[in-house]
Every structure is written in C-alpha cells, then in structure tokens.
C-alpha cells in the first residue's frame, strides 16, 4: 500500500510521475558507450491451484547515449546462473545457448539517428516446488563493434498472490474543451491467487471533471485537480481481463492534462492508508463495477500484490486551447544605500490552466538584469538563480511554479540594493517563450505582454 499512496501523493503535487511508472533501469554510461535497457526486477508467480506457474517476460533492448553515426549489429550476453535453482528460461530465436544458463544473443545495427534497439525478449517460470522468497540477478552485457556495454541485471524472486495490472492507455490529443473522453484500460490479474476485491485510485487533472462520481469511491478535491477511491467488489482470479473505463469530461480551461491511475488488491489497511489525513466525500451515482469474476472461493484475508510495478498507468490528454500569459513590472524609489523591493508578476489571463504534470517544468522563466547603479540582492534559491556565463551585468532568471491556474499570478519580489542614483534606470523583463520543456510560444496567442520593466527613480 505504501507504493499506492507514494503515487498518489506524488501526482497530488504534480511532480514529474513518468517517472513513477517502473520500467527499466539503464546503467550509466559514457557518451558513445552502449547501455542496457532491462526491468529492474521480476517476481514469477508459485504454482497456481492447478498446479501450473505463469510466465514472465523479460524485455531487454541495448541503447547509447549518443545517437550518431552507425552501430553495427553486436551481441547482448546473458547469464541466468543464479536463478537456475527455482526458474526455467526459454530462449528466444536470436539467442544461442552456450549452456544451461548462459546465452549470446545477436542484435541488428542502430542506423544514424537511432538510439535503442531491441536485444532479447526471453520467458522465465517458477520451477515446481520453488521456494517463495527465492531470489538472483539475471546479468546482461553487450558488444557491437568497438563499444562495449556497462553490466546491467534484473532482480528476479518467487512469490505467491494475485498480480494486478493495468495496460498502457494511449495518450490522447488536440481533445476539444466541452468534449467529454474516455480513457480505456485492461485491469488484469497475471499472478497465482484470487485477488478478492481491488482498490482502485484514479487522478484526473484541473482541466478533465468525472462525468460521474460513483457511489462505492470517495472523492478529494486538490490544488490540481480531482482524485478517487474505489473500492470493486468483483473478485479477479488468475488470468481474468476486464475493461476498466473512465469517462472525463475536457473543461474550457484544460491545455495540458493528465490522468492516473493504480490499482491492488483491496484490504482496510491499504484503503486508511491510501486516505491519509484527508477528506474525501462518497458519490452518489451508480457504483463502478466489473463484469462478474467466475468462480473462486473467497479468501479468509487478503492477499498483498506479488509485483507492482504495473499496478499503475498515465494517460496524457492535451486539449486545443490557449492560455495569455502577461508580465507586469514595478516602480520603486530610493537613496544611495538603500535596499528596495521590486516586483515582477507573471499573469495567466486564461482562458486555460497551465500545468507541466510530466516533466515538472515551470510555467514560464522570467530573465532580467539589474538596472542601472543598482546589485541584486540574495533571491530565492528554489525559484531564482545567476547565469553562470559570466555576463556583465548579470543575467538572472526565474521560475514560477509548475501550474498556474487561469486568472491566478505568481510574484517575484526583487532586492535591489541602490549604490548610486540613475534617474529613470529601468530594465527589462521578458519570458523565455522556446524552454523545450514546456513551450509558452505554443499556448500563449499574445507573445507581445509578456515583457514589462523595471524603473528606478523616475
């Protein structure tokens, strides 16, 4: 339950959740250097209760950091040594064993502007009798041509338990405000148990609504949106698929949105726990529930999810719509020696929210200089920092928040210490409009408010 609430807190405040998702672990490299692309971790389910274990895949691709010129096709080694004691691999076609537990594997070429290629997809199962809590590293490298690769590995243990999953949901685009959208994802169990009920948390952002608030999940409203408890009643045995559908409605003011959503097997601990200190109020429409589960007896206590690391997915929705970000500026006076305040407010006139949910990336960068016979004094370290490229005088820049709601604003407040009066010294301030990260060009219709000045003494 811990890694449900970690996610939830972690959307709550926007920080950057793609990188919530658990996928791969690259080891590091050298520019040039090729490096292994593989999951951090498996667990193989036990037997099931007919007597069977599922299978787990394991994708591995080889990538490099620079991504010109050509590299020739080479060879990904893998050695499953210490998990030969409780797994059974297959290989794949393009592997040729050189014993029981080690393998060379051949690969194509990364053409000029190709950074990853596809290395192995292999199959492991859970021998009988494999004791759960077993556990070993699968170890990979690579070579093509001169480049060698850094070690990488997967961690690879036995458990029993249902193993909840959702399917990736495509990210959608260009959706109309007023709209209404659905996301559509495949919730799973690929483990060895029942999962009995499911506790189901989705998060949608300011810009999306729930065109529904269903009778069996609670609600909280937050600083970026809107997200749910659910609790689902249908039992999930071994090998069922159902299809989890959320419809959203696309507001006047949602630009870039997100949606989130996690799901494990329920228990009354993980539901207090996902609930936290907050406040949450039940729906009142008709309850979400999955097509009925066959079979299965139900379990005396619940059983904790074997693998999480596809418990939980995120959906990008972008709407087409625009944003007018605006700059005001200040005037302040004062005597040689004096330290005075200046301010420089970064307004969104709507008629969007702006919001970087995925990368994190500020609404807007704002860049000044001092005026004329005046020192910046010391400025926020969080939002604010000097150009290291030793400009004269120096530039600084910064950073509102990562979210601005529409008709909101966020202030800079500026020390200037004034070590010689200039009558009317003024500079300006101006939003970098091409930050790749988050692009105030693409948004903003009226690129032409968002400079203002500073003056002094005038």
């Not at 199962?125 to 490298?141: F, I, K, N, W």
């Not at 959702?166 to 999962?195: I, K």
Request: proline fraction near 7%.
């Amino acid at each position: 339950m811990r890694h449900l609430q970690r996610l939830l807190g972690a959307a709550v405040a926007c920080g950057a959740l793609a990188a919530a998702a658990a996928g791969t672990g690259p080891a590091h490299a050298l520019d040039n250097e090729l490096w292994i692309s593989a999951p951090y971790e498996t667990v193989l389910p036990g037997a099931d209760a007919g007597g069977s274990a599922p299978e787990r895949r394991l994708d591995v691709a080889v990538s490099r950091d620079v991504a010109d010129g050509r590299v020739p096709a080479g060879q990904l080694t893998v050695d499953v040594s210490e998990i030969a004691g409780f797994a059974r691999v297959s290989w794949p076609a393009n592997c040729a064993p050189e014993s029981e537990t080690r393998a060379v594997c051949a690969f194509p070429e990364m053409p000029a502007g190709t950074d990853s290629v596809p290395a192995a997809t292999f199959k492991l199962r859970a021998l009988p009798g494999a004791d759960v809590g077993s556990s070993g590293q699968v170890r990979y490298s690579a070579t093509a041509g001169d480049l060698t690769s850094h070690a990488g590995q997967t961690r690879v243990g036995v458990g029993n338990g249902p193993d909840l999953g959702l399917s990736e949901a495509p990210h959608q685009r260009d959706l109309r405000p007023g709209t209404v959208t659905s996301v559509r994802a495949t919730l799973s169990n690929t483990g060895n148990r029942t999962a009995e009920r499911t506790l189901l948390w989705i998060n949608a952002s300011y810009g999306l609504r729930f065109t529904e608030r269903h009778a069996n999940c609670e609600y909280r409203e937050h600083d970026t949106g809107t997200g749910a408890l659910c609790v689902l009643d249908e039992a999930v045995a071994p090998g069922q698929r159902f299809a989890l559908d959320t419809e959203l409605g696309v507001g006047r003011k949602a630009l870039y949105e997100r949606f989130d959503h996690s799901v494990q097997p329920y228990s009354d601990e993980a539901l207090a726990e996902a609930r936290g200190e907050w406040t949450w109020t039940r729906g009142t429409g008709a309850e979400l529930d999955l097509r009925p589960a066959a079979g299965g007896a139900r379990a005396s206590a619940p059983e904790p999810d074997i693998d999480p690391q596809d418990n939980y997915g995120t959906v990008i929705l972008d709407a087409r719509n625009t944003a007018d970000l605006e700059l005001t500026g200040s005037r302040v006076r004062g005597a040689a020696g004096d330290t005075v305040t200046a301010k420089i407010t970064v307004h969104n006139r709507g008629p969007a929210w702006v919001a970087s949910l995925g990368v994190g990336a500020a609404v807007a960068t704002v860049r000044f200089q001092a005026p004329e016979g005046t020192t910046v004094g010391p400025l926020p370290e969080d939002r604010c920092r000097p150009a290291e490229d030793g400009t004269s005088p120096t530039t600084y820049y910064c950073r509102t928040p990562i979210h601005l709601h529409d008709k909101a604003s966020y202030t800079f407040e500026i020390p200037l210490r004034i070590d010689r009066v200039v009558r009317g010294a003024r500079t300006t301030a101006a939003t970098l409009n091409d930050d790749p990260e988050l692009s105030i060009r693409k948004f903003d219709p009226n690129l032409r408010n968002n400079r203002t000045e500073i003056v002094v003494n005038r």
